[in-house]
């Protein structure tokens, strides 16, 4: 009796769990945007497994790059057959190369004789290259732009947006102050100060335009004057010109300054490319009245973004990695990257696309972002680069919320990096 | 099959085993061995990138040297304090209120359960909503009542993501709170405050004279309950604010998780060994701290 | 006369305030996942009803969220049956049985109960990472049957311990096997107890967070909690509308559950805390 109630249990739990199955020639494809981008992406993916009789199968990645890293983290640690396919924030490249969870394409790119001097030389070298393997390719590129308001700058007599930041302070002191008598929450300059992964990317634009780096001959290396210089900088949009919200360091994000400069409440914003689509788009209070330039530097040096975006990998754990292989290939396509372009606005990771006429026509700010993408800097490419970027932004952010000065901060930032390394440096 | 058969009917011990035999089985597969592979995880380098090492305690030494790791304890401690007694509040309040013999009764018993049951997951994306800058429900609200004349961001800055969680812990939980604190209320004799409404006693000179003392226990075994599910939030946290805004609002769990997730599984043992140990300690200052009371009694 | 007045007055403030603060979440989301605009707050747009977010998200095929719930279901279902089971098996031997560890055995296993989720998922994800049970539906169903064991023998201890012991008697003595008493007289007398049980631990694991996020990886086996979770988007833009329809379409179990099942799960939660 015992044993028959057992076995009908055994039944049941065995005809529920093996609803789970899984056809071959069937690959997952994790993608991640805003709604409409998806949809795009599906139609995208629909187009592809009619063409080439595969089954890619697109599923979508979670809103926070956080629970992004994290979700690709768990199933690659669990050596999962799925994902397949994945995009890829520019920082975990390195990580994940270094865990064996990434495919090399080197085999598959000699084979096929696949090209890659049609992307960026400077972004490839970077950031998709391990130990000399291609472990990713560029899909969506994004990168830190200054948005400027063309008509105040021209009411109030400049004819450029600025080139250095002594210009950028100059011109946004005078004008703040004149339209603070009409708008009281009017600010010279928004960028993103609040204590997360998007205040390195601006901490590592100020560093470097003011002659500054992170990275030394693979070492670490927070505590320079350039450094110093570019912190205490930062510090003083906030204490001393007040050209930036007062709130900087405690919430401003990406989503806040976009906010501030669409509604009409800024002059100068640091942000990255989607903006300008939400900034054209109708409703908009600055619709037509912006521009794009390169971030401006200290004089005497060169002008320097910060590189994100997405890149494509495929698992070391695929179970049908020629076809997976295929799908790469053709999402870095000339055609479908200029649908991406044309359809959802992401910045294509090939140089062609920038260079066709037909399209800069079209969209005439692409000669900006390939000089702009021509100067990106990329974070420091190692393996814990997390824990290194957390340290940062600790010690960048209590600088800016005034509890330590900068040469401290920076000073106490190179001892706790110190420490990290120990930690993650293999010995 | 007879063999069988006999250790059933015969063999009390045996049978007894037996029928213990899927509960033990599972307690030890799936609780005893995970904790002792942590509590030994926590004392190795488990890195994916790396070789392991054994470490001895430097995870732990690590551990108590981070700032962040401390302010996820304070986060921690504060918000299971601060959430519970708002819980046992609005809880005492709801039990008189389901208590009585009130029209709608068994209507207001299914609504109370409504956010106990509603995954937390979820009620957490309804509140992200509510909270939100431009468009929240209680932004509106406050500007329309004249609360507040610019939009508050909630969850943006680092109090009004502490006020934002506690809300909706407090929203979530009090419902537990409400039923317990009623099956304690069902069991007080009516007669008692029959006989003290004769004595002329008002309403909340009857609530301190028989209400709460009758209630005492069952208000420790309440507190305790929610004590020990407070201290290992983590759901909600994950979904409204993630941790943020820069860590001040990670929870010791949410701590411990990041750390797993990002490949470092030596160290989030080493966290996840200290979780458990505040989680114990305050169970065993209650229990005491519950036996007290009923010694002075 | 005047404090009875009072007293009348404070009940009805007081069922109001309940009834407002538990189910005006529930409404908003309601609202939302029927309105064009989430944003008809803020923005000169009026509130236009509309079902095009269900139509979305159940039409397009990369939301997954039907997926979603069936593997809820499927693992709280099974999760439920089986917890219900071994703890009557347990609580039938603890009531009716001597033993040594007959005390034990409950206390051990609340005191596994007070154990925070989070000290045990990474060592278990590593063991069901040996066993390839990742992103499988072993993966959260043995784990929390685990979990729910210790209230669910609690609750069949309060009430196997009600059932008089001259029942299991006079059985033995017509020569039946235990195991035949805890079928055919025990169960059926404790079937309130049962029922308590089984939605108490439905709920529960169809709940469940934290598990459910780190043993499963896609629409194979994750749960609805996890995929509401995760709902695209990027810079933080979040599809409000579509996230609020998948929500109602997730809480639809459950608020039939309580809807029905309200007596039971009340229950069931006193005898857990109270008696136990």
Redesign the interface.
């Known amino acids: 009796?015992?044993?028959k109630?057992f076995i009908q249990?055994a039944f049941?739990?065995f005809l529920?769990?093996s609803?789970?199955t899984?056809s071959d020639k069937e690959f997952?494809v994790w993608i991640?945007?805003?709604?409409q981008?998806?949809?795009f992406?599906?139609k995208l993916i629909d187009d592809y497994n009619r063409q080439s009789g595969n089954n890619a199968?697109?599923?979508?990645?979670?809103?926070?790059t956080?629970?992004r890293?994290?979700?690709l983290?768990?199933?690659l640690?669990?050596?999962?057959p799925?994902?397949d396919l994945f995009l890829m924030d520019v920082v975990w490249i390195d990580?994940f190369a270094?865990?064996?969870?990434l495919e090399p394409l080197n085999k598959y790119i000699e084979r096929d004789n696949y090209s890659t001097d049609n992307f960026f030389g400077r972004v490839i070298n970077s950031v998709d290259k391990f130990e000399g393997n291609i472990y990713a390719l560029p899909v969506f590129m994004d990168i830190g732009l200054l948005y400027y308001r063309k008509d105040l700058l021209k009411k109030y007599g400049f004819s450029a947006p600025p080139q250095t930041w002594k210009q950028l302070v100059d011109e946004a002191v005078l004008i703040q102050k004149k339209e603070r008598e009409r708008n009281k929450n009017f600010n010279g300059f928004v960028w993103q100060g609040?204590?997360?992964e998007g205040l390195i990317c601006n901490f590592l634009e100020f560093i470097t335009s003011h002659g500054g780096s992170v990275m030394n001959n693979g070492k670490i290396w927070s505590n320079t004057p350039a450094n110093v210089e570019a912190l205490k900088f930062m510090h003083d949009l906030l204490y001393k010109y007040k050209i930036s919200p007062p709130?900087t360091f405690?919430?401003i994000?990406?989503?806040?300054v976009r906010?501030s400069f669409q509604n009409g409440n800024a002059l100068f914003e640091r942000n990255?490319t989607?903006a300008w689509n939400q900034h054209q788009s109708s409703?908009s209070s600055v619709k037509g009245k912006i521009g794009i330039a390169q971030l401006p530097h200290k004089e005497g040096f060169g002008s320097t973004s910060a590189l994100g975006g997405w890149h494509v990998g495929m698992s070391e754990y695929s179970d049908v990695k020629n076809e997976a292989w295929d799908f790469i290939k053709f999402i870095t396509s000339f055609k479908t990257q200029e649908k991406l372009l044309l359809n959802v606005g992401w910045n294509p990771g090939r140089k062609d696309v920038y260079h066709d006429s037909v399209l800069l026509n079209q969209i005439p700010r692409l000669k900006i972002l390939y000089e702009v993408f021509n100067h990106s800097v990329s974070r420091p490419v190692i393996?814990y680069y997390?824990?290194v970027s957390?340290a940062m932004?600790?010690y960048v952010?209590n600088c800016l919320a005034n509890k330590i000065s900068p040469a401290d901060a920076l000073k106490e930032l190179q001892k706790q990096i110190n420490k990290v390394t120990a930690?993650?440096e293999?010995h | 099959m007879k063999s069988i058969k006999n250790i059933f009917s015969n063999n009390e011990t045996c049978s007894a085993y037996l029928f213990n035999l899927p509960t033990i089985i599972s307690a030890l597969v799936f609780i005893f061995l995970p904790v002792i592979g942590t509590l030994i995880t926590s004392l190795f380098r488990d890195v994916t990138y790396l070789p392991g090492k054994f470490l001895w305690f430097s995870n732990y030494e690590r551990l108590f040297a981070d700032p962040h790791f401390w302010q996820s304890v304070n986060f921690t401690l504060l918000f299971v304090i601060v959430s519970v007694v708002l819980e046992l509040f609005f809880g005492l309040i709801f039990a008189l209120v389901l208590n009585e013999a009130i029209p709608g009764r068994g209507f207001l018993r299914i609504a109370i359960l409504v956010p106990w049951a509603i995954p937390v997951a979820i009620s957490a994306r309804v509140w992200q909503l509510i909270y939100h800058f431009d468009y929240g429900l209680l932004n509106f609200i406050f500007m329309k009542l004249g609360i507040s004349n610019t939009h508050i961001n909630w969850l943006g800055s680092s109090s009004g993501a502490f006020i934002s969680i506690v809300i909706s812990d407090v929203w979530k939980t009090t419902p537990f709170m409400t039923i317990i604190l009623l099956a304690g209320l069902s069991t007080i004799p009516r007669v008692l405050y029959k006989q003290a409404e004769i004595d002329g006693t008002n309403f909340l000179q009857r609530f301190f004279r028989i209400t709460f003392p009758l209630l005492k226990p069952v208000i420790v075994v309440a507190l305790l309950f929610r004590t020990i599910d407070a201290i290992r939030i983590f759901d909600l946290i994950y979904v409204l604010t993630g941790g943020g805004p820069g860590g001040s609002t990670t929870s010791i769990s949410l701590y411990a998780y990041n750390y797993f997730v990002s490949g470092d599984f030596g160290y989030g043992s080493a966290v996840s060994v200290i979780v458990f140990i505040l989680a114990a300690m305050l169970a065993l200052l209650y229990i005491r701290f519950g036996r007290f009371g009923e010694v002075i009694k | 006369m005047r404090e009875e007045s009072w007293i009348k007055l404070l009940k009805f403030l007081g069922s109001a305030f309940l009834l407002i603060f538990c189910l005006s979440p529930f409404v908003w989301m309601l609202l939302i996942s029927f309105s064009s605009q989430p944003d008809f707050l803020s923005a000169n747009v009026k509130l236009i009803p509309t079902f095009n977010n269900y139509v979305q998200i159940l039409l397009n095929s990369s939301v997954h969220i039907l997926d979603y719930l069936k593997n809820s279901i499927i693992v709280a279902l099974v999760s439920a049956f089986f917890t219900t089971f071994f703890a009557g098996l347990s609580a039938y031997a603890i009531t009716r049985l001597r033993f040594p560890g007959r005390i034990l055995i409950p206390l051990l296993l609340l005191g596994f109960s007070m154990f925070p989720q989070i000290s045990i998922v990474g060592y278990l994800f590593k063991l069901l990472t040996a066993v390839g049970w990742i992103n499988t539906y072993y993966a959260l169903i043995f784990p929390y049957i685990t979990l729910g064991l210790p209230l669910a023998l609690w609750i069949m201890l309060s009430y196997f311990s009600r059932v008089s012991l001259e029942l299991d008697k006079a059985a033995l003595i017509d020569g039946a096997t235990r195991f035949q008493i805890l079928q055919k007289i025990i169960f059926p007398i404790s079937l309130p107890g049962l029922l308590s049980t089984f939605i108490l631990i439905f709920i529960y694991s169809f709940n469940e967070f934290l598990f459910a996020l780190m043993f499963t990886i896609d629409y194979n086996a994750r749960t609805i909690p996890i995929g509401i979770a995760l709902f695209e988007g990027f810079y933080g833009q979040i599809p409000w509308g579509y996230t609020m329809a998948a929500a109602v379409i997730a809480v639809v179990p459950v608020i039939l559950l309580i809807a029905f099942f309200q007596k039971y799960i009340i229950q069931g939660l006193t005898e857990g805390a109270v008696k136990g």
């Open positions: 009796m015992a044993k109630i249990l049941i739990l529920l769990t609803c789970q899984k997952t991640g945007g805003a709604p981008e998806i949809d992406w599906q199968i697109l599923v979508r990645q979670p809103t926070y956080d629970q890293r994290q979700s983290i768990i199933s640690e669990a050596k999962q799925n994902p990580q270094k865990s064996n969870w609040a204590q997360y709130n405690t919430e994000k990406e989503e806040e906010r990255w989607y409703g393996p997390a824990q957390e932004q600790r952010n930690i993650y293999e």
